[in-house]
């Protein structure tokens, strides 16, 4: 059996959603990314980050934690971390427990424009996305894709923690 013959190529209803998801997930990020740099000076991307070290009770996570949670490589992540340091919105310092490791804590510079932006986040995500649903098929998107979450941290051979999905149930983070 060649390659070719043992794939499961997808009908035009499959093909259509999946283009419709990559499409329409890439125009949101746009969107949400556009909104947030115009009225607060911050990329989707840092905002992201300062969520993700926001939702810890001591708003610090270890580098090789925050970038599975964002699904980034270390090296991508170091460099983000580093454009943010130098703003003042995190900093970095030795794991205590791993002199091996760093942690990345969020500043108090980082948790003002994190409060600042939050709410412009959500009424993007709110209108852009959330709105446009109705509740049944809100819980179908969040089922499906926590199905999808699950799949994947299974062949990571990792689980969601609870802090992760504190990140994305707090509001303030709701990107596909």
Not at 57 to 78: C, F, H, I, N, W
Not at 130 to 143: N, R
Request: aromatic share 4%; net charge negative; proline share 3%.
């Amino acid at each position: 059996m060649t390659d070719e013959q043992a794939v499961r190529w997808l009908t035009g209803v499959e093909r259509h959603a999946w283009q419709m998801y990559i499409v329409a997930s890439l125009r949101l990020r746009q969107r949400l990314h556009r909104e947030l740099t115009e009225a607060h000076g911050v990329s989707l991307a840092d905002y992201e980050v300062l969520v993700c070290l926001a939702v810890h009770p001591d708003k610090r996570v270890r580098m090789s934690e925050l970038a599975y949670q964002l699904g980034s490589t270390k090296s991508r992540l170091s460099h983000q971390i580093s454009k943010l340091e130098v703003g003042g919105l995190v900093r970095r310092c030795p794991d205590p427990d791993d002199k091996r490791g760093v942690i990345t804590e969020l500043t108090g510079a980082g948790q003002a424009l994190l409060d600042a932006a939050a709410p412009t986040h959500v009424r993007g995500a709110r209108e852009h996305l959330i709105d446009l649903l109705t509740p049944a098929e809100q819980s179908t998107v969040g089922a499906v894709f926590g199905r999808v979450l699950e799949h994947l941290d299974d062949l990571d051979n990792r689980r969601d923690t609870l802090t992760d999905r504190e990140a994305w149930q707090s509001g303030r983070m709701q990107t596909p």
